[in-house]
Structure formats: structure tokens, C-alpha cells
């Protein structure tokens, strides 16, 4: 087994990650930084967010364990005094996981430039630099509504606890191979109208987003932006590929949700 160490550079992560380190080398594990079998994220979220982004190239290969050095993360089962204890899992790997959907992103620029693809763990956003955006969505290439507000949230079921949640979009189950787009702050009038709610799509269609104004966008993609390109449309679609956990004590979904903005006492 190869096992990489992807730690952020906060004085709590490297300290986990230099004992990860020292206890993988006892145990005659491979650290591989270059192509590993697992990748272990110290730090919270947004560390494993870019452990994903720089590692989705072999998705089909590695799996992900995710060891939290502040605030309770999604994604990360471990905790920073529990690294004996992951290292021992890791001695024992059978090579079982629990696989989670991804979002496909295509971008077509106006000015004619090879698209561009990407995946996303959480979520994508598209948005107006100032002022309102407006486009046209279609939904398996129908015209669906034309939108006007603040922007548009396209999530997977795990990122819909993210910034889909803050938005009013529903909390979906991962079992479910789905997107959801959620409304940010669209103007609903006599002259303009929207759906006004979010919108569950399954896997053998796809969003279509053609913004009116090709310049000034701001596309997300995760922790990535994409801006200063002019943007012709945004092509979502739940992708092929699926991202993987080492399922040693991989929480549940809905335990994660509970823990996440319940938070009940053990008693309760």
C-alpha cells in the first residue's frame, strides 16, 4: 500500500501531519505523494476539497481518509488525536470504500477557445461580477425558464449540505445519483419569473446554462473560479466518475447531517 500525506500548512495539521508521517514509517507503509493508493487529508473540508482537485486525475485508483484538525468536518471521520488508530485501519485495509457522486462541468467561451472541463466534490456557482445576472436555462436542451437574480448553485448530494443549503436548496441523500440547482435571490415579479424553488435532476440529464452577458461572470467550481473569460454556457451533468472513501468507520450521511447542524447531546 502507498498512503500520501495532504496536510494544509496550519501549526495543528503539520503537527499531525509529522506524527501520521513517523507512524506510517514504523509500520513499513509507502508514503507516495505521486501515486497513491490512499490519501489521507489533515486538516478539515477544505483540505480534502483540494486533495480531491489534485488527485481527481486518478479517481478510478485512490480512496480518501480525512483526519480533522479544527471544527467537526463532512468528509473527515478522524480525529487529530486518533492517528495510531488510523494507522492500525490502514495496516488492516481490505480495500473496501463507500463512493459518493461528482458534478461534470463543461464551459463553452464565446470566443470560440477549447472548452473546458472540470469536476466538483461540493458544488458550482455561476454569478455576475456586479449587477444581475441573466440566463437562459435549459434543462436536456428544453428552455426551461430564463433566469434573473444573484446567480444560480448547481451541487452534488453531498455538497447539497454546503452552500446549496444556505440558499434554501434541499438536503439530498448520496444514494441518490442526482444534481440539484438552487436559485440565488432570483427576482420574481409581474414582468420576470422563475421557478423559485430547487430543482432535482437525474443522471441521464443535464443543465444548460446560457448567461446573456458572456463577460463579467464569475463561475465557481468548488474553492476554483473561473473569470475573466468570456463564458457562452455552463454544461452540468452528473459525472462518470465518483469519488471514494476507505471505509474503515466512514459515518453515515445522515449521522454526518445530524452532527453537522443538529448536534443533539448523547442523551437527548
Known sequence: ????????????????????????????????????????????????????????????????????????????????????????????????????????????????THPDEALALNESTIKKVSGTMVADVYIKDELFESFRGDGLCLSTPTGSTAYNKSVGGAVLSPHFDAVQMAEIASINNLVFRTLGSPLIIPADEWVRI????????????????????PIKAITYQIAKQRISFAEYRHTHFWQRVESSFIGRDADD
Open 1 to 112: 500500500m502507498k498512503v500520501s500525506i495532504f496536510g494544509n500548512n496550519g501549526p495543528a495539521s503539520m503537527k499531525v501531519s509529522r506524527a501520521l508521517r513517523a507512524g506510517l514509517e514504523a509500520a513499513d507503509i509507502t508514503i507516495d505523494s505521486l501515486d497513491p493508493d490512499i490519501v489521507v487529508t489533515v486538516g478539515g473540508d477544505g483540505t480534502l476539497l483540494s486533495a480531491f482537485h489534485h488527485y481527481n486525475d486518478r479517481l478510478d485508483r485512490v480512496r480518501f481518509v480525512g483526519i480533522h484538525t479544527g471544527h467537526l468536518g463532512f468528509y473527515t471521520d478522524w480525529r487529530d488525536y486518533e492517528v495510531q488508530e488510523l494507522i492500525k485501519s490502514l495496516i488492516k485495509d481490505n480495500g473496501q470504500s463507500v463512493s459518493y457522486p461528482l458534478l461534470n462541468i463543461k464551459v463553452e467561451y464565446a470566443d470560440g
Open 210 to 229: 446560457e448567461p446573456a452577458a458572456a463577460s463579467d461572470n464569475i463561475l465557481m467550481c468548488d474553492q476554483l473560479a473561473i473569470e475573466g473569460r
